[in-house]
């Protein structure tokens, strides 16, 4: 092969690749990350310029991550096909620690889920809200997004979350999402929404265990305050009343 059939970024991508299956990513920057993972399916064309650009663009490593598809490919040298590496290991990781944590009991093995949560919610660049379906053993049988976008009592439909519950045969459930701005605090309408999923899933005998926020800055648990305990007595004080 000539000289002129090899691009100019082919030793250099060639001593990432060794690098990384050497001594796997210590020692990496983010942009050479980004830039290995371009790699994948941009066969010839040189990837550095771009990956820099596309951390410059979003911050962090995250940021590019969580990215989509469509703010991706306004990245120069980036396009619907060379960003394949960046989309599918985000989904890879996503599925493994989700694997991870099906089966088990995240009541008394919180490590597993919540690193699943962080990794999931954590940087992700809008609202988030995840429910974690549990079986009568606190087994996890599901994880799915129930909803997206900006979090309030509006865009939380109760009923869409006991269709889900009931859907998969769930005893209990936790909640959680992410604050984009990376303050884990709630709000008043986070307080809402967490009151009004309790009394909905309650009506159909699901327990709510807990609900988290997810910040840059940690995590806030409505359980660990008391909040679930009390609200979930309320609803079945309402209930002896009746």
Not at 98 to 122: A, G, M
Request: aromatic share 8%; charged share 25%.
């Amino acid at each position: 092969m000539t000289n002129e059939n090899v691009h100019k970024g082919a030793g250099h991508r060639q001593r990432l690749r060794e690098k990384f299956l050497s001594t796997g990513l210590a020692g990496f920057h983010d942009y050479e990350v980004i830039e290995l993972l371009l790699t994948l399916a941009t066969p010839r064309k040189d990837c550095k310029e771009a990956a820099k650009a596309a951390l410059k663009r979003f911050k962090i490593l995250q940021g590019v991550f969580e990215a989509s598809a469509e703010a991706l490919c306004s990245i120069p040298g980036l396009g619907p096909n060379n960003i394949l590496g960046i989309r599918l290991i985000k989904a890879a990781a996503d599925r493994y620690l989700e694997k991870k944590i099906v089966d088990r009991d995240p009541i008394r093995n919180s490590k597993e889920l919540f690193e699943f949560l962080q990794l999931t919610l954590r940087d992700a660049p809008k609202e988030r809200f995840i429910g974690v379906f549990l079986d009568a053993k606190n087994r996890v049988i599901a994880v799915e997004t129930l909803f997206e976008g900006t979090l309030t009592g509006s865009s939380v439909y109760p009923r869409e979350v006991v269709v889900s519950a009931l859907r998969h045969h769930a005893a209990a459930v936790i909640f959680a999402h992410n604050h984009p701005s990376g303050d884990p605090h709630p709000s008043e309408e986070d307080r809402a929404v967490t009151r009004k999923l309790i009394f909905a899933c309650g009506s159909v005998g699901v327990t709510v265990h807990e609900h988290l926020i997810i910040g840059d800055r940690g995590y806030f648990s409505f359980a660990d305050q008391g909040d679930i305990a009390r609200l979930t007595a309320e609803f079945w004080g309402l209930q002896d009343n009746r």
